[in-house]
C-alpha cells in the first residue's frame, strides 16, 4: 500500500501528471476498443484469419515507422509529438464512427497504430528522460500503473457505454477524454521534455547498431519477436473467443478484461520499485513471462467450465448479464495474466532506458523494443488466427502459450552466454592493463 501510494504521489507532479493523463487517455481508448472489435467481428461474420488482420493491421504501420518515429523524438521536440498523437487518436474514433464493413475496422485500425506509436514510445521516452537518477524504475513503473488503471476504466466503462449506449456515444466520450490530455500537455509539460539530441552525421542507423551490440538489448529484442506472438494471440482472441463462442455482453468482457487489468494497475509501481532495489532485473522478466505463459494455456479451459458450472442470471446496467463458467474461468486466466505483467513489464522497460541512456538514445533504445514487438504483432494475429480458424481455438491459445516459453528460454540463453563474453572480454583487457 505504500508503493502504491508512492505511485499516485507522483501525480503531484505536473509534468507527471500530463504525461499520465496521455497514458490514460491511449490506454482507455486501446482496451475499449478491442471490446468493440469482438463486437464487430460478430456483426460483420468473421473468419478468424480477418479477426488476425483486426491485430496486424494495428501493428503493420508501426512496424514502419518505429524506428524512424524514435529518431525524430530522440532529435526533435518531443511534446509536439505527443500532441499530435493525441490529436490523431480524436481522428481515429471518427473513423470509428463510420464504419461499414470488416475492410473498414482494418483501415481504421492502421491509423490507430500510428497514433498509438507515436504516444507509447513519446510518453515513455518523457517519463525516462525526465525522471530523477536512480529512480527510472518507479517512474516507469507508476507510468505503466496509471495506464493500466486506464486500461481497467476502459474494461468497465467503455464495455458498459458499449453494451447500453453503442458505438457513436462511446467513441465521443473516447474523444473527450482524449482532448483533456491534449490540454494537459499543452499547459503543463515543458516545451523540450527530452528530445532534442543532436543529430550526428552517423545518424539512427549507427546508433541501432550500437545499441544492438550490448547484451541485453540483444537478448531483450529477441525475446520479444517470440513473446509478442503469443501475447497478441491473447489479446486479440480472448474477447473474441467470450464473444462469438459463449455470447458474453459487452460489458461482462470488460469484467474479464478488469480482473487482469486490476492486478497491474495495484502491483505494477510496487514492482517496479523492487526491481531497483533487488536488482538483477533480468529474472523479473523471466519470471513474468513464464507465468503469462501460463496463464494463457488457462485459457481454452473456458469450454470446460462453460458447462460445468450453471451460469448466474441477473438484470443489472440496463440488461440481462448472464456469467456462466467460461466467464468466470476467463476472468481468472486474465488476472493470471494480469500479475505476469506487473512483474515483468517495469523491469523490462527499465532495461531498455538504462541500455539506451549510454549512448543517449532512450528513444532509439524503446524503438528498438517496439519493433522487436511489432514483428511478431504483425505475424503473430494472422498466423494464430488461421490456427483458430483451421483446427481449433484451444489449438491456438496453447501455441501461443508455446511461443512465450520458448521466448523465455531463448531471452535466458542470450543474454547468459552474451554476458559471459563480456565478461571474459572484461577479464581480457585487465589482463592487458
Request: hydrophobic content about 50%; overall charge negative; charged content about 15%.
Amino acid at each position: 500500500m505504500v508503493q502504491f501510494d508512492n505511485s499516485v504521489g507522483l501525480l503531484r507532479d505536473r509534468e507527471f501528471a500530463a504525461l499520465a493523463g496521455t497514458a490514460f487517455a491511449r490506454s482507455q481508448a486501446y482496451s475499449t476498443l478491442l471490446i468493440a472489435l469482438a463486437l464487430y467481428a460478430e456483426r460483420f461474420d468473421t473468419t478468424g484469419t480477418v479477426e488476425g488482420l483486426f491485430g496486424t493491421a494495428f501493428a503493420v504501420v508501426q512496424l514502419l515507422i518505429v524506428l524512424p518515429l524514435g529518431r525524430k523524438i530522440d532529435t526533435g521536440n518531443a511534446k509536439r509529438w505527443l500532441l499530435f498523437g493525441l490529436a490523431v487518436n480524436v481522428v481515429v474514433f471518427v473513423g470509428f464512427m463510420l464504419v461499414e464493413s470488416a475492410f473498414h475496422v482494418v483501415l481504421v485500425r492502421v491509423l490507430q497504430g500510428v497514433g498509438a506509436s507515436i504516444l507509447w514510445i513519446t510518453g515513455s521516452t518523457v517519463v525516462g528522460h525526465i525522471a530523477p537518477d536512480d529512480e527510472n524504475g518507479r517512474w516507469l513503473g507508476s507510468y505503466n500503473q496509471v495506464a493500466a488503471f486506464s486500461s481497467l476504466a476502459g474494461d468497465v466503462v467503455g464495455g458498459y457505454l458499449l453494451f447500453t449506449e453503442g458505438f457513436t456515444f462511446t467513441y465521443v466520450v473516447l474523444s473527450a477524454v482524449t482532448v483533456g490530455a491534449f490540454v494537459l500537455v499543452f499547459l503543463n509539460l515543458r516545451d523540450d521534455p527530452g528530445g532534442g539530441t543532436e543529430n550526428d552525421a552517423g545518424g539512427g542507423l549507427d546508433t541501432l547498431k550500437a545499441l544492438l551490440d550490448l547484451p541485453m538489448i540483444r537478448a531483450l529484442v529477441i525475446f520479444r519477436l517470440a513473446f509478442s506472438v503469443g501475447k497478441m494471440a491473447v489479446i486479440i482472441f480472448l474477447p473474441i473467443l467470450a464473444r462469438t463462442e459463449f455470447g458474453t455482453t459487452a460489458f461482462a468482457i470488460g469484467w474479464i478484461l478488469a480482473g487482469g487489468k486490476l492486478t497491474k494497475s495495484i502491483t505494477q509501481g510496487y514492482v517496479g520499485d523492487l526491481s531497483d532495489r533487488v536488482g538483477n532485473k533480468e529474472y523479473f522478466v523471466v519470471a513474468g513471462a513464464l507465468l503469462y505463459g501460463l496463464g494463457t494455456a488457462l485459457i481454452p479451459l473456458s469450454y470446460y467450465f462453460e458447462g460445468a458450472i450453471a451460469p448466474v442470471r441477473f438484470d443489472a446496467f440496463g440488461g440481462e448479464q448472464v456469467l456462466g463458467g467460461a466467464f468466470f474461468s476467463l476472468f481468472a486466466a486474465y488476472m493470471v495474466l494480469g500479475v505476469a505483467d506487473s512483474i515483468r513489464l517495469p523491469a523490462s522497460m527499465s532495461l531498455f532506458v538504462e541500455e539506451g541512456e549510454k549512448y543517449d538514445s532512450v528513444a532509439s533504445a524503446m524503438s528498438l523494443r517496439s519493433i522487436s514487438w511489432k514483428v511478431g504483432q504483425v505475424a503473430g494475429p494472422v498466423g494464430i488466427g488461421a490456427i483458430k480458424q483451421y483446427v481449433s481455438t484451444s489449438v491456438a491459445f496453447y501455441t501461443a502459450a508455446g511461443f512465450i516459453v520458448v521466448a523465455s528460454v531463448v531471452f535466458w540463453f542470450v543474454f547468459q552466454r552474451a554476458s559471459a563474453r563480456e565478461a571474459a572480454v572484461a577479464e581480457a583487457d585487465v589482463a592487458d592493463d
